[in-house]
Every structure is written in C-alpha cells, then in structure tokens.
T-cell receptor, first 118, second 114 residues
Framework: AQSVTQLDSHVSVSEGTPVLLRCNYSSSYSPSLFWYVQHPNKGLQLLLKYTSAATLVKGINGFEAEFKKSETSFHLTKPSAHMSDAAEYFC????????????????FGKGTKLSVKP | DGGITQSPKYLFRKEGQNVTLSCEQNLNHDAMYWYRQDPGQGLRLIYYSQIVNDFQKGDIAEGYSVSREKKESFPLTVTSAQKNPTAFYLCASATINLAKNIQYFGAGTRLSVL
C-alpha cells in the first residue's frame, strides 16, 4: 500500500532564504508523486509532478523536487522564499503504478504549513 | 473559462438536516472526487466516480451520499447520519488517463453546524 509522510507540520523561514519541505513515501511499485499548494480557504493547486522522466522535477513559482528512490524521499525546495509562498503544502502519492494499474486515487500527506517572515 | 466550480462557499447545517454541496466541471473530465479536509489531517477521500452513473466509496464514506447523473456534475449530500460534518470539502476532477493523472481542485465549501 502507498503512504506518504511529511516530516514537518510547520516550517518557518525568512524572506529570501531557502525553503526545504520534507516528504518520504512508501510504495510497492514506482510511484507517481506530486506536490500541491493550498492558500488559506482556497482549493489545491498543483506545483509539480514526478512521473519517472527525470528525478529532478521543476514546478511553478521556482519550486523543484528531487525524487530519491534510495531514500524514498521527494523533498520540495526553493532557493529563495517570497512572502507569497506562505501557504500549506501537501505531498501526495498516487495509488496507480506508472505502468498502469488501479484507479489513480491520491493519498495525501498531512500537510506542512510554511510561514515566511519579512 | 474552464474549471471546477463548488457552491456554496459557506454552508450551515442544522441538527438532523441533510445538505447538498454542488460541484460542476467544464473540463470534460471523466473522473470526479470528493475530499474532506480537517486541520492537521490532510485530505481524506469520501467518494469518487470514474464514469456517469457509477461511483465508489472512498475511505470515509459513512454519512455521505453522491450521484453522478451527468458527466459535469457530482453533488455530495451530507446526511444527518454524519455526526461530525464540520469541515472544508473539496471537489476535484481528472482524466482517467493514468499517464496524466492530475487532479484539479475547486475552491472548496466550508460546512459548519449551527
């Protein structure tokens, strides 16, 4: 069965400093992995998606994530935080194998709230 | 303007009352989903549908019901059997092409109990 663990419930950084949001996954086959962002009282927006084409995935707003199979990790990074990055971030794994399989339902981590100080 | 529309944005339920949350999409997606979000819990799947007139229970379906009479619409009813309905409800849709497999979300409905 697939699962995902976000290692920090809350991360606080200063504007202009790097962001690191940590995620570990568990999957019995090659997973599809995602990062979504949610601003307060809003829906979720896809930041980036890993589908095995490349281990370093670039997303929107300067975010990127690296898939490390040996560490079962998919950490989200950004070189320089902006005030508008303050939001909640969700690491997500799909229960569909990349080569086909089940319905493609998503399993969500519990979220990491990112605060950005001026 | 394509996307997923959830209404209302805020909803209040009285004791013993059923309420229905609306979700409409014009993305021509086959699959639609309902999630419940509680603080610190992430999103949990309530129901999903991959085709018209068919739907499956997710992880927390008790106290909820859905219908899928049209491809564009997937309303969720929170019944009186749901004893703790206060939460943020999110609807999503996706193609059933597993290679693409991206879910697009609406803006959510916040349900509170009076």
């Amino acid at each position: 069965a697939q699962s995902v663990t976000q290692l920090d419930s809350h991360v606080s950084v200063s504007e202009g400093t790097p962001v690191l949001l940590r995620c570990n996954y568990s999957s019995s086959y090659s997973p599809s992995l995602f990062w979504y962002v949610q601003h307060p009282n809003k829906g979720l927006q896809l930041l980036l998606k890993y589908t095995s084409a490349a281990t370093l995935v670039k997303g929107i707003n300067g975010f990127e994530a690296e898939f490390k199979k040996s560490e079962t990790s998919f950490h989200l990074t950004k070189p320089s935080a902006h005030m508008s990055d303050a939001a909640e971030y969700f690491c997500v794994v799909s229960d569909a194998a990349l080569d086909g399989g089940s319905q493609g339902n998503l399993i969500f981590g519990k979220g990491t709230k990112l605060s950005v100080k001026p | 303007d394509g996307g997923i529309t959830q209404s209302p944005k805020y909803l209040f339920r009285k004791e013993g009352q059923n309420v229905t949350l609306s979700c409409e999409q014009n993305l021509n997606h086959d699959a639609m989903y309902w999630y419940r979000q509680d603080p610190g819990q992430g999103l949990r799947l309530i129901y999903y549908s991959q085709i018209v007139n068919d739907f499956q229970k997710g992880d927390i379906a008790e106290g909820y019901s859905v219908s899928r009479e049209k491809k564009e619409s997937f309303p969720l009813t929170v019944t009186s059997a749901q004893k703790n309905p206060t939460a943020f409800y999110l609807c999503a849709s996706a193609t059933i092409n597993l290679a693409k497999n991206i879910q697009y979300f609406g803006a959510g409905t916040r349900l509170s109990v009076l």
